[in-house]
Structure formats: structure tokens, C-alpha cells
């Protein structure tokens, strides 16, 4: 039997198909055999690769056999031996594929899920679901008491026609930020950037780092810039560029350079940076505590009694056992008599009764002490120290009055007689802030204004008072957070991968072409500041005079002299 394939003949045989042996053609008249036949690799050796599926049906057995064989054509025909052998030549991938039967199915999939999770206007759309969701949060008071939201959205006159307590309540928008839907749409989005950032971000920078040659004149005219050196060098050409800070890389005759690689990373860094902010706004959504108090001075509480979870993520911790202690709450006040400011000064004991902190907070001027927050926000009156007939001082308690807007206004009574009568009178005192009290006689007369701490006596219906003190109450509110840093950290990342993203990714092809070079460009941003930079940078390409051309010069300058000096 005759090889199929001199060696003298060997490039011309490679063009031709497997079928053209008469072996094979005669056993592709056999009725019994149907081949599918696929070529998979074709290289410079002397032997060519074919995987073949045959399918064998017999008169006495009905069923199929599927027998994957492996045929290789080498320079000589078989021996008789080997030609026998074809059993043992089973493709092993494919009984693996077989044993496997729904990997292909899974694979596509997960393509496929892949594909419509970063596909744009889904993420445009979850962000735009997101920014809905927290206007409503604005808009809806968040984590009042539920007969709050009976009052405000009744069923019997729903907002737009619709909206009641029922939608508040059973959505979880109560507290918005830590409800399932608000969550769910966040994980979504967090889904849509990561697929985004496998399935497009990753393989564009793997493409950017490659060193991409080009090795055809006409493939290099047809980048958005091109342009020629009649009479130049490739390798001058090269340090031109690494001048400019380009990366240049050199293969024969074949130049490519880039610089500005890192904005290919800032989609990626974008992305991880919102990832980071969703992460840490969940975190302090749902593993955050928070709480509020108003306390007199003078008095205690302790930070585990004011603090309440917001999801199911908040983890108490020890520094929850720390009691804080009221020394003194005061006021500034303008020239015109409003509160400008106010003044709570903290003392933070141990378990075992040790001062670890003191500090005076104020608006603006929290108090931090492990993980924990105390803000300074609100202030009232709890009580008023009064001398009566230089009995006392008795503390009588203060009780907020309600007006119409932000002002305050506080009162008091103090009693003459028998206070367990049914027609009880006495003295009623006002105040607006901790500077000074309005007294009242027992028919509602005006009888006067003292100053607190002033000892000045005042008489009214025959009974001598003097205000000894206001005692004041501080405001305050208490939370923990953890997931600030992250958020800050998330902010901070994206600010600067979105300044590095507007960085231009330059990318330049060169050619030698004979005494010629070829050159080409393109660059993702600032299209016209890439154009003029790459005429400046050839412009600096030093011009390579051959010694035929320097000779040539030099006999027409000589020419030039004789013309200019005869003899």
C-alpha cells in the first residue's frame, strides 16, 4: 500500500481532504457505516488528526452502538497489526462528555444568565428602581409606630387613590432601607456588576495587555490615524515612543506600543467601588442599632437600654454594658435672646464603675467610644427649683406646651392649699429656654419675671418664691454602624477610578516597510489631542540619508560653490 503523503509532497497533500484515500472512499460505500467526519488540528507534522463517529446497525442486534474512533493518517500506510487495533482507539472525551450529560446544558445557562444579568438597561433599570425606592424612603417616615401609619394613610382616604397602610406596612417601607425589596433589588444589582465585570470588563483588559502586531501595510492605514516615514527606522520610531511614555514592544520588522493600560482597569475599580457601597449601606441597614433618649442632668442610663437593632444583622456587642452619666447640660444664646447652641457634658463608666471617657458634645460634635455614637440633637426643661416661704427647694416638674412651629415653651404649677381638692389654685410659671421664668397669680394675672439662680424672692399672693434653678434635659441619640467605613472607602475608590477611567488607552502599530515605515493609531478618548501628539512624535523620527543620497548632496553643493566662485 502506498503512503498518502510524500515527503516532497507533504504542503500540497495538507490542502487535501481525508476522503481522498481510496481506503476510506471504499469504506464509505459500505451500507453498514455513516461517518461524520470534523478536522480539529492541522499542523506542519506529518500526520493529520480526524475524529470520527461511527454508527454500526446490524440484522440480529437493533440497537445502536455509538463507537467514537480516532484515525490517524501518517506518512505510510498501517501495518496490517495496527490496522486491526481500532477498537482501542476510543475517544476517552467523549465517553467523559457522555457520562456527563447535562454539563453542556449547564454551561449554556449560565451563559445565558450571565448575558441578560449585565445587559445594560437591566442595570439602568435597577438603578433606576433603587433611586425611586429611597425618594420614597425620604418621602414616607421612617420606623414610626404602626397606629402612625393608620392615621396617615387610612384606607378611607388613600393617597392617589391607593396608597394606604396596607402598602407601607406589608412592603416593609416602614423602614425602607432594611426592607426585602430594597435589599433584593441592591443583591440584583451587585449581581448585574459582577456579571458585567466578567463577562466584559475582564476580557477587554486580558485583550488591552496583549501585544498585538500588525503585520500588513493596508491593516495599519485603516486606524483612525495613519500616516508614513518615506525614509526612517522602526526602531527609532520606538524610542521616540518610550520617550513619550509609551511600552513598546519590537518583533522583526513589526512595532506596537500603548500607554495609559489603567484606564482598562477603572470599569473593574468602578465597579468593585459600588460594590463596596452597596455592601456597606446594607451592612448599616440591616446590622446597625439605634436609639434615642432625653435625660435630665444629673442622671444615668446605660447604652444597651436605649439601643434597638434595625435587622438581623445587628450583633450587640460588650461596650453596650457602658453607663453614661449627665453632668451638665447648658445653652449659648444670641444677642437677641434665641438658643444658639447647646452643651451636654458626658461621663462614660465601666461594668466596674471606672470613668473611660468624659467629654463635652455639642451639634456637630459627637461623642465616639467603641463603634458607638451619641449625638447631641434635641434639649428641654424637666424641672424647676423652687423656695417657697424659704421651704425647698422643691423641684417641680416641667411639661412641654405645644405651639405652632419650632418654638418651645415649657410650664409648671405650684399649688396653694390642699392640693386634693377639686378647686385647686396656685402660682403657674412659663419658660421658653433655661435664661428666665414668667410667673402668674392664682387668677392668671402677670406678676412677674425672674432669672434662674438670680435668689431674687418674688411675692405673689402673699406667698414669697424664689427660683432657685432650671434643670435642663439633653437630647440625645445613640447608634452604631459599621458599615460607614466601608461605605467611605467605597466612595473614596469610586471617585478615583472614575478620575483614572477618563485617561486616554493609546495604542500604535508600526511597520518596515523596505526604507519606509508604516504607522497607525487609535486612542478610546481625546481623539484629536492623540492625532496632534503622534505628528509631534514623528516629526522628532530622525530621516535616514543613504550613502548614495549623501554623496548626491554633496556633488550638487560642490556644483553650487563652482557656480557661486569660478576660476
Known sequence: MEPLCHDRAINSCMTRTLFASPLLQSALKSPLLSFNSRLYTVTAEKSFLFKIGCKIRTSQDNKRRHIPKTIVIPDKAPSVSEDGDGDKGIDTKLQKSNGVPYLGFLKKGSKRVLAGLSNLPLALGEMFTIAGLMALGTVIDQGEAPAYYFKKYPEDNPVFGLFTWRWVLTLGFDHMYSSPIFLGMLALLAASLMACTYTTQIPLVRVARRWSFLHSADAIRKQEFADSLPKASVQDLGVILMGAGYEVFLKGSSLYAFKGLASRFAPIGVHLAMLLIMGGATLSA??????????????????????GPTGFLSTPT????????????????????????????????????KEVMRKIISVNDPLRYGGITIYQTDWSISALQVVKDGEGPFNLAVAPLQLSGDKKLFGTFLPFGDPNSSDVKGISMLARDLQSVVLYDQEGNFAGIRRPSSKLPIEIDGVKIVI????????????????????????????????ISFLSHSQVWAL????????????????????????????????????????????SQNETIDSTFPE
Open 468 to 499: 432657685e434653678d432650671a434643670i435642663g434635659s439633653t437630647g440625645l441619640d445613640l447608634k452604631t454602624d459599621p458599615g460607614v467605613p466601608i461605605v467611605y472607602a467605597g466612595f473614596g475608590a469610586l471617585m478615583l477610578t472614575t478620575c
Open 512 to 555: 518596515q516597510d523596505g526604507t519606509a515605515v508604516m504607522v497607525g493609531g487609535k486612542s478610546n478618548r481625546a481623539k484629536v489631542e492623540f492625532s496632534n501628539e503622534m505628528d509631534r512624535l514623528l516629526n522628532n523620527v530622525p530621516e535616514i540619508i543613504s550613502f548614495s543620497d549623501s554623496a548626491q548632496s554633496l556633488v
Open 286 to 307: 440591616a446590622g446597625s442599632f439605634r436609639g434615642s433618649v432625653t435625660v435630665p442632668q444629673g442622671l444615668n442610663f446605660v447604652v444597651g437600654d436605649v439601643l
Open 318 to 353: 460588650e461596650d453596650f454594658n457602658t453607663e453614661v452619666h449627665v453632668n451638665q447640660f447648658y445653652m449659648d444664646y444670641y444677642d437677641t435672646g434665641e438658643v444658639s447652641q447647646f452643651h451636654t457634658d458626658l461621663s462614660l463608666f465601666n461594668l466596674d464603675g
